[in-house]
């Protein structure tokens, strides 16, 4: 069934890859809707509570006690839901867009999109640290070519600062999965099996080692301050499809990996490194919304808004509690739905703009009613509405947050007002205002443009009202990981009714 | 007055080492007695022939050598010991004549210059001169460049199997002279290649110097030039400790500079550029793993009692020229020097995997030794290396081979196919999961971090980043920059001969990377030296 699932889209990458240039859009849509239909029915035969399931394992390289194990669990199901939904819905906004002449053809854009969400879809399925290593940086290759060749100008600089950031990171987490190696035939026979790493002894110091070489790749990847520099650059130069599949999908394995590899192998030494990791979240969430306040460049501005919502999911994570781990793993799917509708969007404004600049755009509103309304819509989804269902994760995670440290939660709940701030701040300078008289006369969103985005916006609303089903498949889960990692959640702090009153009842 | 016997030997196990030695003097008789535009064919053929005769003789042999009476290896002793066949001796034997098949492909390449070879019409005449320019309408070639490639390859079949420090420095020389001599016959810019040829052999020379000095010391240390002798005796550690670490730090340099190792790699650039590409892209490979050969049967055979001694030194040289090696090849606008460098980065990473050499009782079990990490490296850095050595000849303008970056730019868009399988190497040599080169990588670096040696790691992996950064580099001129308005290289069309190489070339880094796992057993099969 995973195999299936990875499988299908890099056959299909590579049949779009030697198929005529004519058929290259049907073919990659087909493939990717096909991955979606597999993605679902893996999801249906999905059972809650159950851990890792769907598992394959077979040896894959014996003298480096490798294998290609595949299994899904609570996390990895709702992000491979996740990616198989994306990237149908952005090949069908970015239908046209890849057909410009300075690019790289329709043709080479299918393919290395499907070639992205095959490996990605490895990264959320691998239960073995080795082939999760390897399919993590060979992501990296699709992405460098998508940035590269599609884009705006300057976007080869884009794409080589991109790769040298990820391949740094890369590195530094390979430095981390040879020390692994090492610890592992210290104790016996080399395997890199999740679950016989899970069941390691591994040393306090010789732990914390190894967990700050899986941080740093995993903080790169997410990313979080001060590793965060490739991102804006990035998502400004490359198409809005690309940022989708960058930020929305490829994004996530950073918070992933902390979630599975991070809590999972190093228990002791994650809840060594909360204070520094839950400042370093604090910063990003501050730091990257006041950035983003600043940007003329939408895209741009779009981008930092993520490195504020990567603080919030690290945050979560790293609060340690129930509701934070929940929250982030909620916040990592609807950052998904949100971002990438927001992206989708911009992507429209400029394709009939031309600009993605906010200060030569004004009055877009009343000429384009429809695709207004839909940003606005995915602005507030961002800025954490009530009712859209980014709201829930954020709550979640801020509870997280006081209950960690009044101060972290206090810092932290900073950041939903400077998300109102940007969010509004853009849409009412791009989109109010008197109507420019070139403005007049743009066309609204077709129908393929507004079939696109109109999934993710169902997804916000229905999840935002009744986010049971995503809860459903991640507590299980959070559920587990805390437990391994020993933690539980405190008691109430403030005192059963009855005791306080009579305390108050005492003091008279 | 001592018993003289018979020396024996053993023919069959020797066979290979016969077979190519022979072939080398059938060629020399064919330019004797060939008419000079008759030659090509026969020579092609004797070549060819003799070293897939080898290859098939090498795994004859290999599927039934028996395990030494030590137990840990298998082969034999040969040649009175001064030929040692065991499994890392036969796996270096099977590489070096798949390269050399590859190589002579790439030699006998012609449709590239317009129907000619890429060597020199006729070396003895001047550069510039009228002579070359006769030597050239008439077409002449040069075949004799087939018997010195056979005697060179001889000479690296017999390196990594030494059994003694003199028959180790005969394989030397043997192997390095038909080299100075090939780096020499360019075509094109000749002058350059023959800078490069004069420079490699006085450099050469002098190291060989070094080696034999080292000789001296090691045999006044232990009283023999053989391996097993000098174990014995740097175990039982009688003697002028002195001597012993003066003598392994000469015949390091000797070797290290066969690897193109810090401090001694200055020669790799120079000639590198110089000589011509075919023969660059042969002896990137082969040089590399006969040389590495030698130094892993010479440190890990005669001085592996002395470890403590050695390690460091390696560890530092190690770091030396990986740190040297990327970093310089950031900086190279020249597509074969910036390989060049690449090349002594690579060096280092083997290196890095050399010093892991753990006593056999320190390995769990399942767990793979530092000696099969380098030869899988070795495996996997040849196929690149050859490989993207082999694209390079495709891609020339008016002058020859453009080997400029600027004249890359855009290649992408007007060859995607040359651009992309370059991209590949490239990106196997960056060590890019999916790609030999990765599994390489991970080999090497975790002989050394399980030998304890992670601050060699941790420099490896930090220069792997700065590695990382000129390969992508030059993907992104191929790929993302427009192209140069004066000057660009177009590819043209190669015979079936490059075309072939390249192919097998990506065909083995493409299965190397998904699924080392036949080869790494191959390598493991092969055991260990024998003591």
Sequence with gaps: ?508 | MPEFSKPTLEYVELLPLFVVFGAACAGVLVEAFFPRERRRLPQILVTVGGLVAALAATIWIATDIEVHADGAARGLVGAEGSIIVDGPTLYLWGLLLVFGILGTALFAERRLEGGLSSFAGQAAALPGTEAERLAATKGLDHTEVYPLLLFAIGGMLLFPASGDLLTMFVALEVLSLPLYLLCGLARRRRLLSQEAALKYFLLGAFSSGFFLYGAALVYGYAGSVSFAGIDQAVRAGNGDHGLLLGGIALLAVGLLFKVGAAPFQAWTPDVYQGAPTAVTAFMSAATKIAAFGALLRLFYVAFDAERWSWQPMLAVVAIATMLLGAVLAVVQTDVKRMLAYSAVAHTGFLLTGMIGAQGTGDLAIGQYSSLEGVLFYLTTYGFASVGAFALVTVVRDAGGEATGTAAWTGLGKRSPLVAGAFAFFLLSMAGIPLTSGFVGKWAVFTSAMSAGFWPVVLVAIGTSIVAVYFYIRHIRVMFFSDPDPDGTAAVSEPSLLTVGTVAICLAATVVLGVVPGPVLDLVGSAGDFIR
């Design chain 1, 1 to 508: 069934m995973l195999s299936t699932l990875i499988w299908l889209p890099l056959v299909g990458a590579i049949l779009v890859a030697v198929a005529p240039a004519t058929l290259s859009k049907l073919l990659g849509m087909g493939v990717a809707v096909a991955t979606l239909v597999v993605g679902i029915v893996a999801a249906f035969s999905y059972q809650l509570d159950d851990g890792m399931q769907l598992k394959e394992t077979y040896t894959w390289i014996e003298a480096f006690g490798v294998h290609y194990a595949l299994g899904l669990d609570g996390l990895g199901l709702l992000m491979v839901l996740l990616t198989v939904t994306l990237v149908p819905l952005v090949l069908a906004a970015e239908w046209f867009a890849a057909d410009d002449a300075k690019g790289g053809g329709a043709r080479a854009f299918v393919a290395w999109a499907l070639a992205l969400e095959a490996l990605s879809l490895a990264v959320f399925c691998a239960t073995d640290v080795f082939l999760f290593y390897v399919v993590f940086e060979a992501t990296l290759i699709p992405a460098y070519f998508l940035i590269g060749g599609f884009g705006r100008e300057g976007r080869g600089a884009a794409a080589m600062k991109f790769l040298m950031f990820q391949l740094a990171g890369g590195l530094v987490l390979l430095a981390s999965v040879i020390g692994l190696y090492v610890v592992s035939a210290e104790q016996g026979e080399p395997s890199y099996l999740l679950s016989d790493l899970a069941a390691l002894d591994i040393g306090t110091d010789a732990g914390r080692w190894l967990f700050i070489g899986f941080f740093i790749a995993f903080a790169i990847k997410a990313p979080l301050f001060p590793l965060h520099t490739w991102l804006a650059d990035t998502t400004e130069k490359a198409t809005p499809g690309t940022s989708v599949l960058l930020v929305c999908v490829l994004d996530k394995i950073g918070t992933f990996g902390m979630l599975r590899f991070c809590l999972g192998i190093f228990p002791e030494a994650s809840e060594w490194a909360t204070p520094v990791v839950i400042v370093l979240a604090l910063i990003s969430i501050v730091y990257g919304a006041l950035v983003a306040i600043g940007q003329d460049d939408v895209l741009r501005l779009i981008g930092l808004t993520s490195l504020s919502h990567f603080g919030f999911i690290t945050l979560g994570i790293f609060a340690l509690t129930s509701q934070g781990s929940s929250g982030a793993v909620l916040y990592m799917v609807n950052h998904g739905i949100g971002t990438a509708a927001l992206f989708l969007i911009a992507g429209y404004i400029y394709h009939r703009r031309g600009t993605m600049l906010i200060s030569e755009m004004a009055g877009l509103e009343k000429a384009t009613p429809v695709l207004a309304g839909l940003f606005l819509v995915a602005g507030l989804a961002t800025l954490g509405l009530p009712g859209l269902s980014p709201f829930v994760s954020e709550f979640l995670v801020l509870v997280s947050a006081f209950d960690y440290a009044w101060w972290a939660g206090a810092i932290a709940v900073t950041g939903v007002v400077w998300a109102a701030v940007y969010v509004l701040w853009m849409y009412q300078r791009t989109m109010t205002g008197p109507t420019p008289p070139d403005v007049e006369g743009t066309a609204d969103l077709g129908l393929r443009e507004l079939g696109a985005v109109a999934p993710l916006m169902v997804a916000l609303v229905l999840f935002g009202f009744y986010p049971a089903p995503l809860l459903d498949v991640a507590n299980p889960f959070t559920d587990d990981l805390l437990a391994h990692v020993g933690v539980d959640d405190d008691g109430p702090d403030v005192p059963p009714a009855d005791e306080a009153n009579s305390e108050t009842e005492g003091g008279h």
